[in-house]
């Protein structure tokens, strides 16, 4: 059953600490990205890697970091320097080429502070 | 010039009716706009796209209308569905491995 992954569904931040949020896919995809969704808002992308051990700042990457050891990996770090971490993070991928290759979504991560 | 507008922010329409939503671009290079579908606490999901070598583009109820000359592509819903309550986003890119761009999202509600 091909797709991506993302877990957990739910996770809690205490003040200070640093989390990570998971995301595989097993669609040979070369390039994922990451994304924030705040309530009612659009979408803001974090991160995105194109292909492994490179990784791009999106519009929004300040208290981010990311790493790109596998192409079916791209696991998310919200540091403790992010100091409105609650959001909706959604996980993506394409594969590489031409514009017209669907980009394909994660079920999403919940994160909320405690 | 790397944004997509879109609008309304909120969309209700009555069920049976046709929801329209639109949105615009400034570059020129854009070769590709998706639409997405999401509905809450799930990730989005490609509904239908097109290319700026068509003006129109339908599968089912949903149809894009491009104007490639005014920068503005929409999307229609036909016979609207209580359903079809979502956020809708549109988007664009440059044919490569650059980044979506996407527009801020159109909330729609079907009410019966």
């Known amino acids: 059953d091909g797709g991506i992954t993302q877990s957990p569904k739910y996770l809690f931040r205490k003040e200070g600490q640093n989390v990570t949020l998971s995301c595989e896919q097993n669609?040979?995809?070369?390039?994922m990205y990451w994304y924030r969704q705040d309530p009612g808002q659009g979408l803001r992308l974090i991160y995105y890697s194109q292909i492994v051990n490179d990784f791009q700042k999106g519009d929004i990457a300040e208290g981010y970091s990311v790493s790109r050891e596998k192409k079916e990996s791209f696991p998310l770090t919200v540091t403790s320097a992010q100091k409105n971490p609650t959001a909706f993070y959604l996980c993506a991928s394409r594969k590489w080429g031409g514009a017209g290759e669907t980009q394909y979504f994660g079920p999403g991560t919940r994160l909320l502070v405690l | 010039q790397q944004q997509v507008k879109q609008s309304p922010q909120s969309l209700i329409v009555q069920k049976g009716g046709i929801s329209i939503i639109n949105c615009a671009y400034e570059?020129?290079?854009?070769?590709?706009f998706p639409w997405y579908q999401q509905f809450p606490g799930k990730g989005p999901a490609l509904l239908i796209a097109i290319r700026p070598d068509v003006s129109e583009k339908k599968e089912g109820r949903f149809t894009i209308s491009f104007n490639k000359s005014a920068k503005q592509f929409s999307l229609h819903i036909m016979d609207s569905q209580p359903g079809d309550s979502a956020t809708y986003f549109c988007a664009a890119i440059v044919s490569g491995n650059t980044p979506l761009v996407f527009g801020k999202g159109t909330r729609l509600s079907v009410i019966a």
């Open positions: 669609l040979n995809h070369d390039a």
């Open positions: 570059n020129t290079a854009f070769d590709y």
